[in-house]
């Protein structure tokens, strides 16, 4: 199970810090991502970061955004800083977790937490 918190409303310029736990029989998570979903658009990739520690980010957040993550607490966070109106959407947790040694990488997803940006 993913637990997403920390989103909110927040003006133009702001910052904000998003946190997904991750719960349950856990082995490994290997990739944790941020995907965000504005009204009306796709789901699309915010920030994802190996469990080596590789990150990768949408080109509209770079240098804004930076992605972590805690292996030994199989934690990520989100820090958003500089938002802007067009960052509002909602956004959701995704790992890819093996939950013990002999079973397969599944995908799962936490619940949206909204972050809304106004101008």
């Known amino acids: 199970q993913l637990q997403a918190s920390g989103g909110g409303l927040v003006q133009a310029g702001g910052s904000l810090r998003l946190s997904c736990a991750a719960s349950?029989?856990?082995?490994?998570?290997?990739?944790m991502t941020w995907y965000r979903q504005a009204p009306g658009k796709q789901r699309e990739l915010v920030a994802a970061?190996?469990?080596?520690?590789?990150?990768n980010y949408m080109e509209s957040v770079k240098g804004r955004f930076s992605v972590s993550r805690d292996n030994a607490k199989n934690t990520l966070d989100l820090q958003m800083n500089s938002l802007k109106p067009e960052d509002t959407g909602v956004y959701y947790c995704?790992?890819?977790?093996?939950?013990?040694?002999?079973?397969?990488?599944?995908?799962?997803w936490g619940q949206g937490t909204q972050v809304t940006v106004s101008s």
């Open positions: 995704y790992a890819v977790i093996k939950i013990s040694a002999t079973a397969l990488l599944r995908p799962y």
């Open positions: 349950g029989s856990i082995f490994v998570i290997s990739e």
């Open positions: 970061v190996t469990f080596g520690g590789r990150k």
